[in-house]
Nanobody, 118 residues
Framework: QVQLVESGGGLVQPGGSLRLSCAASGFTFNSYWMYWFRQAPGKGLEWVSYIHTGRGSTIYADSVKGRFTISRDNAKNTVDLQMSSLKPEDTAVYYC???????????WGKGTLVTVSS
């Protein structure tokens, strides 16, 4: 059974930091590109970052570049998102996504809520 389980969300003050984690199971983790997306209240889904399978190359949306860092541990089947200098506009439900382009498979977690507010 495929599972992606996000954790680490919560309430944080502006300027603060938070680390999200996504635990994967039920598929060959190191064959999948891993993504973080987010959805702010009343808005559409926004891509945040991705990390390649093996080389670990990363790309970030302009809105989070320099503040967020994505990382993965293929031995533990986890992908993390370290978020710093958080802003109120970072408030959203954050989703973990796994994608394999070769076999066109796509998996999603249920999300974790991040609220940035004083």
């Amino acid at each position: 059974q495929v599972q992606l389980v996000e954790s680490g969300g919560g309430l944080v003050q502006p300027g603060g930091s938070l680390r999200l984690s996504c635990a994967a199971s039920g598929f060959t983790f190191n064959s999948y590109w891993m993504y973080w997306f987010r959805q702010a209240p009343g808005k559409g889904l926004e891509w945040v970052s991705y990390i390649h399978t093996g080389r670990g190359s990363t790309i970030y949306a302009d809105s989070v570049k320099g503040r967020f860092t994505i990382s993965r541990d293929n031995a533990k089947n986890t992908v993390d998102l370290q978020m710093s200098s958080l802003k109120p506009e970072d408030t959203a439900v954050y989703y973990c996504n796994a994608h394999n382009f070769l076999v066109s498979m796509d998996y999603w977690g249920k999300g974790t809520l991040v609220t940035v507010s004083s």
